[in-house]
């Protein structure tokens, strides 16, 4: 089992950057793929990115390619969340998710889930 918990949301202007950052606890966190989702109100919550377990091979989703960039640390178990060129289609609550298996982007194949983290682009 692994706990996750997100910082480094905020505000930004259009255009701006925000480096999300995800620790996980345990000693199993190298052992799962990891993801980043987000959610906007009244949206059903997407895929953004993810990552496998040495963090060699990553996927992106169309709307973030080119502008972020997911990375992870299995010495400090932490991933991150690179995000440039932010747009105020950007806005929403971001988490982070542990999957079992490399190869998936759907949320309901995500084991466990961090609180979110708010991410706001100003115009």
Known sequence: QVQLVESGGGLVQVGGSLRLSCAASGRTFSSYPMGWF??????????????NRSGGSTYYADSVKG??????????????????????????????AAAQRWGTWRPSEYNYWGQGTQVTVSS
């Not at 987000?38 to 990552?51: D, I, N, S, T, Y």
């Open 38 to 51: 987000r959610q906007a109100p009244g949206k059903e919550r997407e895929f953004v990115a993810a990552l």
């Open 67 to 96: 502008r972020f960039t997911i990375s992870r640390d299995n010495a400090k178990n932490t991933v991150y969340l690179q995000m440039n060129s932010l747009k105020p289609e950007d806005t929403a609550v971001y988490y982070c």
